[in-house]
């Protein structure tokens, strides 16, 4: 049975709270993480992790195997700036979280 990558979001929610003034809550009932002004800027979702990028990050994002852009609604109206990156490359997760953080601090400025 597949893992459901629960326990590398959480390893990544622990390492940037920890290093950041980003804290843990919910955002569409999901697991995420919220920067120091309380904007959310990755999550936990159905075995993936979500996050708001700007570029280039962002089209690097896209282009890994299975990511996507996050549909939360599931009715064909993604959130453009979110990309769904699959668990098969949780051992990017960290480096993303880290750059969808700063993304989110410079465009809230």
């Known amino acids: 049975m597949p ?3 629960r326990s590398d979001y959480d390893e990544v ?3 940037i709270t920890a290093t ?3 804290i843990t809550s919910k955002m569409f009932g999901m697991p995420c ?3 120091g002004n309380g ?9 993936a992790m979500t996050f708001k990028l ?3 990050w962002h089209a690097e994002a896209l282009a890994l195997s299975g990511a996507h852009l996050f549909d939360p609604s599931g009715m064909g109206r993604p959130m453009k700036e979110w990309v769904v990156v699959p668990g098969e490359h949780a051992s990017h997760w ?4 880290r750059e969808a953080m700063r993304y ?3 465009v809230g400025k």
């Open 104 to 106: 989110v601090d410079s």
């Open 13 to 15: 929610a622990s390492e």
């Open 39 to 47: 904007k959310a800027f990755a999550g936990y979702y159905e075995g």
């Open 3 to 5: 893992s459901d990558h």
């Open 94 to 97: 960290l480096e993303l979280a």
């Open 54 to 56: 700007g570029a280039p």
């Open 20 to 22: 950041s003034p980003a």
């Open 33 to 35: 993480l919220k920067n």
